[in-house]
């Protein structure tokens, strides 16, 4: 049996190195095991849930699917579609709505965070936007979800929701539970100016993240004035404990080399920042050089980037309107 893959990123400008290690890195691996169907969404639907500029948007959604190829995912094995032109999404999502209950969706942690003191002026789709997520994973019958660490909340109401459709309608397995695929370690980057805040493409601070567009010399000054702490490197990881920035940073590095937390201590433990600050990067303008150069590439060639969108809605169509179509008749439509 292949593994069925679904995962979104939202259209929302300043994709940022805590998308490309929570997120995308995994898809690209996923993507390149034969034993997987991929299908990658540009959550255009969700990014409208606080306010867009509609040309930004529109340059935002071609620049998000720029990067899912510069980054190594490749078209023509995984379906890349924008979540907007396939109608089942929003319709799927209405329906679940009735399923879903207010008592779940007013748990939802990252609601209370990103609607912040203000949540009677946030948008409705904001609250609801778990269950169009959920919408969007239970029409292809995925299997497996590879998110970030702050997305768990979401994907467990969705197994609810899905649980709760085919119990409410005796229609036991319509819905796959899909289980998520969440890297164990450093599944959560945080921003280089607070190590208790995520990394983040909203923050106004551009220094508090590394864009997957940045240029060699925005990222050696960003890692230079990223904050740490006055103390050397330590020699074991409990100590990391207390320190949350010097964490963040290590744990970036052990990313990117693909070493444990450990080992990267152990390269330099006892020296000064400034010392470890210049290998992570050179690490990361190894890494993220090239991602930035593609997607600039890329973006002179919007005619490709539409057509591989197209392409993708067209797949995701057939799949997506075939399982409304039975929706409609379990729920007696
Ligand atoms: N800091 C992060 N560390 C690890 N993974 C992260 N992801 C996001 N931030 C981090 C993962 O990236 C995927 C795409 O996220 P998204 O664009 O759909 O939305 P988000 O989680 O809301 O991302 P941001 O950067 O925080 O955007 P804004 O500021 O617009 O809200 C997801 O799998 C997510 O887990």
Redesign the pocket.
Known sequence: MKKKIF??????????????????KNFVSLNNDDKNECIFCV?DL??IT?SQDPAILRENIRETVATFIASGIDPKKSIIFNQSQVSAHSEAAWILSCIARMGWLNRMT?FKE?AGKDKEKASVGLYSYPILMASDILLYDSTHV??????KQHLELCRDIAQKFNNDFKVEDFFKIPEPLIQKE??????LKDGSK??????LSDLS?INLTDEEDQIMNKIKKAKTDSLPIPSNVKELNSRPEARNLIGIYSSLTNSTLENALGNFSGKNFSEFKENLSEILIDKITPISNDIKKLLKDKSYLDKTLEDGCEKANKIASKKVKKIHDIIGF
């Not at 995962?7 to 995308?24: D, E, M, W």
């Not at 995520?198 to 923050?203: I, T």
Request: glycine share 12%; net charge positive; proline share 5%.
């Open positions: 995962s979104g990123v939202q259209p929302t400008g300043n994709l940022h190195l805590g998308n490309y290690l929570g997120a995308i959550v969700h990014a606080v990252q990103k590879p998110v970030g660490n702050d997305q450093f599944s959560r980057i945080m921003s995520k990394m983040s493409k909203s923050e993240r």
